[in-house]
Structures are given as structure tokens and as C-alpha cells.
């Protein structure tokens, strides 16, 4: 079959297509015992204009590739304006990318995607992010031996060649590392630590979140990520809206002993926020939330027995003083008691030094990255 023949590539409009959109990785990922099927109401809501905040600054069109009547791939064209003001760059992105192994579709896709982005003024098409870096972002570079944790992508490896094939070149990588939390807790060294940073800083307690402040708590993590995140690439600043869909989003799936607040003297110095891994659970139920996969549900939550540490902040004021360390101890002492075993620490920029020498201090292993790409398009 000649390249790209017999495909055609259509915007999604109709319920029936936004189905199909939704539904189509099923097809990809067929037999891959590694993939973990996400809840399609999420996906929905993720991509509902009326529901999820994000599109309150942000567009997106979506596309299928269809040959012959049928759907061999997706992908969504975004625009951001926050990341446009934040990072005054033209730069528009493409996600929830999905195709069958052909790089005919692959190019169809990422052309209709680039064409929507350039009639739109964007001079750079990057991704995939799905459809924002507080989102799942970029495709799996390597680590295709495992399940991905919670909120972390997994892809074909084929999709790497297919970007390349296609002209997009590597914008950045992310990593992911792996720790058996009862060695970090073993054998003194945080223990030293905690105590020479409470030394240091008088006032200083650490605490478990307070479910019922949960809104208060989560605004205090708006706040220091929106100051501590505030330079790192990619970052665009969260907004009101979006704070509370989070913390509606994330509430049932938080262990208040994994979610930890530093203070000084009362007020907020920083975050910890690590999630059970309910990617164990996802992979029993397919994606479809019923009357028996609740019940799926809710037994296999409580066998649950690792953790992802998704998200952590310091104020400037209290940063490279120790206090990550001694959250990273409280946190995992907690989990310890609670019967977890191994913790990600993701994702990681791959020029985040510090970070990374700290998560090999307490004995973790970089186990999984990820890559996003970008071309110029104007």
C-alpha cells in the first residue's frame, strides 16, 4: 500500500466520534499486559470544554485517522494562552497521540495537527501532553518492561521512530526512579538528617494533610508550587479553577499520611504529595466503572502496594536547607506502617540535577523515562 493511501484524516465533532476517540487505544494496546486502560469518564472530562478548567484559557481540536471506514488513529491539536503569556513563545502542542503501526498515520495525524496550529499563529508544534504538563506528558523512551504509576503515560516504542520519521526532534526528557521505601528509611542517615534540619530551622513541623481543610490545604500547595515550580520548563502557573478540579479529582485518592505540610511558626514552607498506586486497580477494570467493577474497585484498593511521589515544594525562603529530606522520611515511615513497598519519584526533569542526586541518596534507580518532541512549524 502506498504511503498515506486510503487515509483520511477528520475532526472530531459528533458524539459518535468523540466515542471513537475516546475508546480507540483499546485498539493500540490489545494484548499488552503493560498498559493500564484509563476511566473513560475521566478522559471525557479531561477533553470536555464545559467541565475541565483548563479550556477556560486554552482551545483544542481533536482528529481521527480513519482508512477504509476504519479508525487506526487520534490526536489533539492545543493551544494554551497561559503557557503563550507565561513563556512568551508561539508554541502550540499535540496530544492524546494514538496511531496503529504505520507511520503513514502518524504523519497524517501530526500534519492535520501542525496545520490547525500554524493557521492559529503558533510557530512551534511540541508533545505530546494530554493536554498539559499537569497532565500525563510524553511518550515512553524507555522502561517498556512495566506498568506505568499512577498518572504516568506508557507507549509503543514504535512511536519514537514515528516522531523521528515525521521531523520532530527531542525538546526534553523526563525521568522516573524506583526505591524500595523501607531501605530510604533504614539505617539512620535520613533520621540524621531530619534532626540537623529541625535544628536549623526553630518553628519547623511537619504534619499530615487535614482532609477536612482539604480546600485550605490544597490552596496552600497552589501557592508554594505556583512560587516553586515557577522556573522550571514547561511550567505554566495553575489557576483558581483549576486548583479546586484537582483537588475534587485527586480527594478520594489521597492517604492523608502521604499528603504532608511543612510549617514555620503556622505558616506554609512546603509540600509533599505521593499517591497509592490505583494503577493497580485501573488494570483489573478496564475502564468502565460499573456495579462490579466498583466492587473490583474497592477490594483491590486495599492491596495497593506502591506509591508515586507526583508532586513536592519549597519556598524559596526554606529551599536547599534540608526540608525535602525530612518529608521524604515522615512520608515514608508513614508507608512503611501502611504496608507499601516500592515508590516512583516522577517525573524529573532531565536537567534537574539536584532532584535526581537526591532520589540516588536514597537509594533510587532510574527506571523509566520519557520523551516530548517539538518542531518548528513557520
Request: aromatic share 10%.
Amino acid at each position: 500500500m502506498a504511503d498515506g493511501e486510503n487515509i483520511h484524516i477528520e475532526e472530531v465533532t459528533g458524539a459518535g466520534a468523540r466515542k471513537d476517540f475516546i475508546r480507540f487505544p483499546w485498539k493500540v494496546y490489545r494484548g499488552n499486559t503493560h498498559w493500564v486502560p484509563p476511566l473513560e469518564r475521566e478522559v471525557r472530562l479531561l477533553l470536555s470544554e464545559k467541565k475541565n478548567p483548563f479550556f477556560q484559557h486554552a482551545e483544542a481540536a481533536c482528529f481521527l485517522a480513519r482508512r477504509n471506514g476504519e479508525t487506526v488513529g487520534r490526536i489533539a491539536a492545543i493551544i494554551d494562552r497561559n503557557h503563550i503569556r507565561f513563556h512568551h513563545e508561539q508554541a502550540g502542542f499535540f496530544g492524546f497521540f494514538e496511531c496503529l503501526p504505520d507511520c503513514a498515520v502518524a504523519r497524517g495525524l501530526l500534519g492535520a495537527a501542525e496545520g490547525w496550529l500554524k493557521e492559529r499563529g503558533m510557530a512551534i508544534m511540541r508533545g505530546p501532553m494530554n493536554p498539559s504538563t499537569n497532565d500525563e506528558c510524553g511518550f515512553l523512551l524507555e522502561g517498556f518492561d512495566s506498568p506505568p504509576m499512577i498518572l504516568m503515560p506508557y507507549s509503543p516504542a514504535y512511536y519514537l521512530d514515528f516522531m523521528e520519521r515525521c521531523g520532530l526532534t527531542k525538546a526534553k526528557d523526563l525521568y522516573a526512579y524506583i526505591a524500595m521505601i523501607r531501605d530510604v528509611t533504614a539505617g539512620g542517615r535520613l533520621e540524621r538528617l531530619a534532626s540537623a534540619v529541625k535544628a536549623r530551622i526553630p518553628g519547623l513541623t511537619v504534619r499530615p494533610a487535614n482532609m477536612k481543610r482539604f480546600q485550605q490545604e490544597v490552596e496552600s500547595v497552589k501557592v508554594i508550587y505556583n512560587s516553586a515550580w515557577s522556573h522550571n520548563w514547561g511550567f505554566v502557573p495553575m489557576t483558581e479553577e483549576e486548583k479546586v478540579s484537582m483537588a475534587e479529582k485527586l480527594r478520594p485518592l489521597i492517604a492523608p499520611e502521604l499528603m504532608l505540610m511543612a510549617e514555620v511558626n503556622g505558616k506554609p514552607a512546603a509540600f509533599f504529595v505521593a499517591l497509592p498506586d490505583y494503577n493497580q486497580v485501573l488494570g483489573k477494570i478496564n475502564g468502565r466503572l460499573g456495579p462490579l467493577a466498583l466492587l473490583k474497585f474497592l477490594w483491590y484498593s486495599r492491596k495497593i502496594n506502591d506509591l508515586r511521589v507526583m508532586a513536592m515544594g519549597v519556598t524559596e525562603e526554606y529551599r536547599k536547607k534540608g526540608i525535602e529530606g525530612l518529608l521524604y522520611l515522615e512520608a515514608f515511615k508513614a508507608a512503611v506502617k501502611k504496608g507499601y513497598q516500592r515508590a516512583e519519584m516522577s517525573w524529573i526533569l532531565e536537567d534537574n540535577l539536584l532532584v535526581q542526586r537526591g532520589c540516588e541518596l536514597m537509594g533510587g534507580k532510574l527506571y523509566k523515562k520519557y520523551r516530548i518532541y517539538e518542531k518548528k512549524i513557520s
